[in-house]
């Protein structure tokens, strides 16, 4: 199983950025997906959460500012962040609930993706 982020960068204050996540493996089902970011000197927090069904959860620092959203078709989950904050500026990691057969069971665990920077400048 593998979980791939991409779509960071550097963007000034205001503009917009657009992630995306893919996961990846044989007999796989996935249950919620999440985006957590870290920035220098913090520990890592959650940003955005949606469920299997489609119901989000949104951090209060970025109410109104990003959405989530997935393709449970592609297996791919996006966040599409507006209004960019330079304290949002941070790692992101893509994070994935995932169900996967293997030697006649079914196993569950938690997968993160290696990180995607995201650095917004004043």
């Known amino acids: 199983v593998q979980v791939v982020e991409s779509g960071g960068g550097l963007v000034q204050a205001g503009g917009s950025l657009r992630l995306s996540c893919a996961a990846s493996g044989s007999s796989i089902s996935i249950n919620a997906m999440a985006w957590y970011r870290q920035a220098p000197g913090k520990l890592r927090e959650l940003v955005a959460a949606i469920t299997g069904g489609g119901s989000t959860n949104y951090a209060d620092s970025v109410k109104g500012r990003v959405t989530i959203s997935r393709d449970n078709a592609k297996n791919t989950v996006s966040l599409q962040m507006n209004s960019l904050k330079p304290e949002d500026t941070g790692v992101y990691y893509c994070?994935?609930?995932?169900?996967?057969?293997?030697?006649?069971?079914?196993?569950?665990?938690?997968?993160w993706g290696q990180g995607t920077q995201v650095t917004v400048s004043s």
């Open positions: 994070n994935a609930d995932i169900e996967y057969w293997s030697g006649g069971s079914w196993y569950r665990s938690d997968y």
